[in-house]
Every structure is written in C-alpha cells, then in structure tokens.
Nanobody, 125 residues
Framework: QVQLVESGGGLVQAGGSLRLSCTASGRTFPGYVMGWFRQAPGKERAFVAAISWRGSNTNYVDSVKGRFTISKDDAKNTVYLQMDNLKPEDTAVYYC??????????????????WGQGTQVTVSS
C-alpha cells in the first residue's frame, strides 16, 4: 500500500506564495509519476502539474505555467509544489497523487491510483 500525506496549505493574500509538500511511504517512491490536482467548491478535481519518475520532465496546466513549479526529492520521498503569485482563483483543496501504471505525465485523474487526503489553499483578494 501507498500512503501520501500533503502539508503546507494555508491562507495567503493574492500575490503571495506557498509551498506544498507530499511525502510518500509504502512503495518505491522514485519509480512513479507524481501529480498535483486541485478541487474548488462545486467543481471537479482538476489537473495542476505532474513530474516524471526521474524528475526530468514536467507538465503544467496552462493557468499555472510560470507561477507554479513541481519538483521532487527522492531521498526524502517527497514531491513539492511551489506556488508563487497566487490568485484568488487558485483557492482549492490540493491533492497529490501517484500513477503506478504508466510513464507519461497524465492530466487525467482516473490514471492516478493513490491519493493524499488533501490540503486547503485559500487565496484572499
């Protein structure tokens, strides 16, 4: 089994920054694609970013390109999402996820088979 635990969410003013962390346990961490998704109230869960198992490839939804950065530290079994220049529309519960079945950086939630419990990010205007 895999356990994913997110941390780092909170309340921040527009233009501010937060860094989310997701620590994995229970399965060889470096070997899988890791992704971040978010879900705003009344909306479906949406893709934010993904990183390859080597860390050499990344993928972002257009709305966060240039503001968010996904990275990983294999020694700590942790993936990060650095979020800069936050906007009120970034407000959501953020989830990390692991895809153990493929090497492509999928943006589809159904491709990820392990999920964290989520961490709330609230951006005030």
């Amino acid at each position: 089994q895999v356990q994913l635990v997110e941390s780092g969410g909170g309340l921040v003013q527009a233009g501010g920054s937060l860094r989310l962390s997701c620590t994995a346990s229970g399965r060889t961490f470096p070997g899988y694609v890791m992704g971040w998704f978010r879900q705003a109230p009344g909306k479906e869960r949406a893709f934010v970013a993904a990183i390859s198992w080597r860390g050499s490839n990344t993928n972002y939804v257009d709305s966060v390109k240039g503001r968010f950065t996904i990275s990983k530290d294999d020694a700590k079994n942790t993936v990060y999402l650095q979020m800069d220049n936050l906007k009120p529309e970034d407000t959501a519960v953020y989830y990390c996820a692991m895809d153990t079945n493929r090497f492509i950086l999928s943006a589809r939630a159904e491709h990820y088979d392990y999920w964290g419990q989520g961490t709330q990010v609230t951006v005030s205007s």
